[in-house]
Nanobody
Framework: QVQLVESGGGSVRTGGSLRLSCVVSGRTFSNYAMGWFRQAPGKEREFVAAIAFSGDNTDYAASVKGRFTIARVNAESALYLQMNNLEPEDTAVYYC??????????????WGKGTPVTVSS
């Protein structure tokens, strides 16, 4: 079965950085678009960033653009999210997700269990 395992979450102060990782197994990683989503306490899950199967195309939520960078290494079946200049509003559980095909359209098909990020002021 498809498994997505996130890591790299933690607690940082405002302005700090974290790098999230997601390793995928059970499906040919290089064929599928990938994304990061997050869910803050008491809020609905929201889109953060996405990357096409080849890595050539990316998309970001307006709230993270310029601060977060999504990347993938297909040879390692790995997805990354570099988060810089973190703000308390970035506090959430971050989820790795795999889309149905090579482009990030519609809702993802598979989800990880999430990794928590806490940003304190």
């Amino acid at each position: 079965q498809v498994q997505l395992v996130e890591s790299g979450g933690g607690s940082v102060r405002t302005g700090g950085s974290l790098r999230l990782s997601c390793v995928v197994s059970g499906r040919t990683f290089s064929n599928y678009a990938m994304g990061w989503f997050r869910q803050a306490p008491g809020k609905e899950r929201e889109f953060v960033a996405a990357i096409a199967f080849s890595g050539d195309n990316t998309d970001y939520a307006a709230s993270v653009k310029g601060r977060f960078t999504i990347a993938r290494v297909n040879a390692e079946s790995a997805l990354y999210l570099q988060m810089n200049n973190l703000e308390p509003e970035d506090t959430a559980v971050y989820y790795c997700a795999q889309y149905r095909n090579g482009v990030y359209a519609g809702q993802p098909l598979y989800w990880g269990k999430g990794t928590p990020v806490t940003v304190s002021s």
